[in-house]
Nanobody, 117 residues
Framework: QVQLLESGGGLVQAGGSLRLSCVASGSIFGIGKMGWYRQAPGKQRELVADISFGGTTNYAESVKGRFTISRHNANTVYLQMNSLKPEDTAVYYC????????????WGQGTQVTVSS
């Protein structure tokens, strides 16, 4: 079993920065790709960025050039968010993809990010 714990959310003014962290515990070598998703009120959950175990990254168009995802070892992933905009306001979730096909993805509880204008 894998547990994901996010931290680093908060309230920031537009143009500011935040750094989110996600630490996995448990069977961490069962995790392949890790990523960050977000869900704003009344909207569907969307991918923000993900990173493979080998370091290949993928970003949503809306965050390219502003956000950077990075990974430390098998169990920690970060999301550096710069030039934040009010539309970045959402609950941000950390996710991990199991290396064993067919298993459900692992999810954290989420951390709130609020960007004021």
């Amino acid at each position: 079993q894998v547990q994901l714990l996010e931290s680093g959310g908060g309230l920031v003014q537009a143009g500011g920065s935040l750094r989110l962290s996600c630490v996995a515990s448990g069977s961490i070598f069962g995790i392949g790709k890790m990523g960050w998703y977000r869900q704003a009120p009344g909207k569907q959950r969307e991918l923000v960025a993900d990173i493979s175990f080998g370091g290949t990254t993928n970003y949503a168009e809306s965050v390219k050039g502003r956000f950077t995802i990075s990974r430390h070892n098998a169990n920690t992933v970060y999301l550096q968010m710069n030039s934040l905009k009010p539309e970045d306001t959402a609950v941000y979730y950390c996710a991990g993809e199991p290396v064993v096909p067919g298993l459900d993805d692992y999810w954290g509880q989420g951390t709130q990010v609020t960007v004021s204008s």
